[in-house]
């Protein structure tokens, strides 16, 4: 592996706001909140609403899903040292939430602990796991340059947490007593998004610089699989996989890279971002196109709820087909 792994993590976490407004293409989206300061990760909570990251802020925001209206959930989270990282994902295991904290670390000049926070209250945390530490201690066979890691998606699985680390190409094993292990390592492919079905987990690629399609691939693998199974590939810079209605498959690309901005840390295009189904045949089919550098997706019934990087989220309704939705 080498820097070049990196830049998917820097691109979702870039503190840009590059506007919307775009004319969505298949079924349509519309806005429903904005305003949320560096949003990565996202993860429905026991109360049946969305959660959002705010890594620029230190908090998580709940998103009322029948008005956009957003308060306050928990605040107090390690802020970024540079415009990325800070908190970058949420879950929850029965009412109790957990954030996953990364680029805080000593090692690139922060004071705070790289791991997962169980949230305890309003402004109060427990670090149930240090995964900065822990990678230090246990590299990679990756080329890294942050030794902590570059930890992307938190994810419950078999009563702990799968963590993806897009800079170490690996997936962690973490229990809910902090005990932290290597599930399974890659090369140079730059895993991203998490969604576990019964013993079976979904990750996707974002593969390493420039982001062809081909490299954007959605994999399976088990909990003592040495390698993963292709099941999908086809879309560019996928960041995220989740189930829809119906056990479908689903995945979040966030668009074509061309490194416009000057660096291997730009994000993606612009408006060239979609939400895509997972076929059976191994290829990814289009929902809807033009979404602006999307982040994250969560699913309720038949309704996509899209984070991005400007801070907004998008609902993308009747996205499975009959007999679970619309036709499209």
Same mark, same amino acid.
């Given at each position: 592996?080498?820097? $070049? #792994?990196?830049?998917?993590?820097?691109?979702?976490?870039?503190?840009?706001?590059?506007?919307?407004?775009?004319?969505?293409?298949?079924?349509?989206?519309?806005?429903?909140?904005?305003?949320?300061?560096?949003a990565?990760?996202?993860?429905?909570?026991?109360?049946?609403?969305?959660?959002?990251?705010e890594?620029?802020?230190?908090?998580?925001?709940?998103?009322?899903?029948?008005?956009?209206?957003?308060?306050?959930?928990?605040?107090?989270?390690?802020?970024?040292? *540079?415009?990325?990282?800070?908190?970058?994902?949420?879950?929850?295991? /029965?009412?109790?939430?957990?954030?996953?904290?990364?680029?805080?670390?000593?090692?690139?000049?922060?004071?705070?602990?790289?791991?997962?926070?169980?949230?305890?209250?309003?402004?109060?945390?427990?670090?149930?796991?240090?995964?900065?530490? %822990?990678?230090?201690?246990?590299?990679?066979?990756?080329?890294?340059?942050?030794p902590?890691?570059?930890y992307?998606?938190?994810?419950?699985?078999?009563?702990?947490?799968?963590?993806?680390d /897009?800079?170490?190409?690996?997936?962690? %094993?973490?229990?809910?007593?902090?005990?932290?292990?290597?599930?399974?390592?890659?090369?140079?492919?730059?895993?991203?998004?998490?969604?576990?079905?019964?013993?079976?987990?979904?990750?996707?690629?974002?593969?390493?610089?420039?982001?062809?399609?081909?490299?954007?691939?959605?994999?399976?693998?088990?909990? $003592?699989?040495?390698?993963a199974?292709?099941?999908?590939?086809?879309?560019?810079?996928l960041?995220?996989?989740?189930f829809?209605?119906?056990? $479908?498959?689903?995945?979040?690309?966030?668009?074509? %890279?061309?490194?416009?901005?000057?660096?291997?840390? #730009?994000?993606?295009?612009?408006?060239?971002?979609?939400?895509?189904?997972?076929?059976?045949?191994?290829?990814?089919?289009?929902?809807?196109?033009?979404?602006?550098?999307?982040?994250? *997706?969560?699913?309720?019934?038949?309704?996509?709820?899209?984070?991005?990087?400007?801070?907004?989220? %998008? $609902?993308?309704?009747g996205?499975?087909?009959?007999?679970?939705?619309?036709?499209?």
């Amino acid at each position: 592996m080498n820097r $070049k #792994s990196l830049v998917i993590v820097l691109a979702l976490s870039f503190v840009m706001i590059l506007g919307s407004g775009t004319a969505y293409a298949g079924q349509p989206a519309t806005l429903l909140a904005s305003g949320l300061q560096g949003a990565l990760g996202s993860g429905l909570g026991p109360d049946g609403a969305l959660y959002v990251v705010e890594g620029a802020a230190g908090r998580i925001s709940r998103v009322d899903l029948q008005t956009g209206d957003l308060t306050t959930f928990a605040s107090g989270l390690p802020l970024p040292v *540079f415009p990325i990282g800070g908190v970058v994902d949420v879950a929850f295991i /029965g009412q109790t939430a957990y954030a996953l904290v990364s680029m805080v670390g000593p090692d690139i000049g922060g004071t705070g602990t790289v791991g997962i926070y169980r949230v305890d209250g309003p402004s109060s945390f427990t670090i149930i796991a240090d995964l900065g530490q %822990w990678s230090i201690d246990n590299p990679s066979e990756s080329d890294v340059f942050i030794p902590s890691g570059v930890y992307y998606a938190l994810e419950p699985f078999r009563g702990g947490f799968l963590v993806t680390d /897009g800079h170490h190409n690996r997936v962690l %094993w973490v229990t809910l007593d902090g005990k932290i292990s290597e599930l399974i390592a890659f090369g140079d492919i730059v895993p991203t998004g998490l969604a576990a079905r019964g013993n079976t987990v979904y990750m996707t690629e974002a593969g390493p610089v420039p982001h062809y399609p081909q490299d954007g691939k959605v994999v399976a693998f088990g909990p $003592k699989s040495p390698t993963a199974t292709e099941v999908a590939s086809g879309a560019p810079l996928l960041v995220d996989v989740e189930f829809g209605r119906g056990r $479908k498959l689903y995945a979040l690309s966030q668009g074509d %890279w061309s490194g416009q901005f000057g660096s291997e840390g #730009s994000p993606a295009d612009p408006n060239t971002g979609a939400l895509v189904e997972v076929k059976g045949d191994g290829t990814l089919e289009v929902i809807t196109d033009g979404l602006n550098q999307p982040t994250s *997706f969560e699913f309720i019934g038949n309704t996509a709820y899209v984070v991005t990087l400007g801070g907004e989220i %998008w $609902k993308i309704d009747g996205v499975s087909g009959p007999p679970f939705g619309e036709s499209h």
